[in-house]
């Protein structure tokens, strides 16, 4: 097939390993904890480009905070065309809000096809949400 590999970026035979920003193992799949430290550095943006920032480094994690689009519409609306960059306590609260979050990231696991699905949903007027969830042995989702 004319395939060439690189031995310098190529690893065989382990169980787990950074892939596009990804802690993959056995376990499951885990946020890049060099992600999660660009968040937790900022402070409270003040300018568009720094909400654009925040936002920007949010969506690539985005799969790992549940009910994101709802915790930070304070924040995104500071984006719209009517409103003016005005960081409130609303904003202040969801900032805080995420980061405390990703104090302890959950980790994303494959289900267990002997364990019964559960789905969670929330709409709200800003958002819509869904998160299928299951849980373990001990009985923790």
Not at 15 to 38: E, F, M, N
Not at 59 to 88: C, E, M, Q, V
């Amino acid at each position: 097939y004319g395939v060439t590999l690189n031995p310098e970026k190529c690893v065989f035979g382990v169980t787990g390993g950074k892939l596009l920003g990804y802690i993959i193992s056995s376990r499951g799949i885990d946020v890049d904890p060099t992600k999660i430290w660009a968040v937790l550095e900022m402070v409270p943006p003040s300018s568009e480009s720094g909400i654009r920032s925040f936002l920007g480094k949010l969506g690539a994690i985005r799969r790992f905070i549940p009910d994101l689009s709802f915790a930070i519409h304070p924040i995104n609306n500071l984006l719209k065309k009517d409103y003016s960059i005005d960081w409130t306590e609303d904003c202040n609260e969801a900032f805080n809000a995420v980061k405390r979050f990703l104090l302890s990231p959950p980790t994303l696991m494959p289900p267990k096809l002997d364990h019964p699905l559960i789905l969670y949903s929330r709409a709200t007027n800003v958002s819509l949400a869904c998160m299928l969830a299951q849980e373990d042995d001990d009985k923790r989702e």
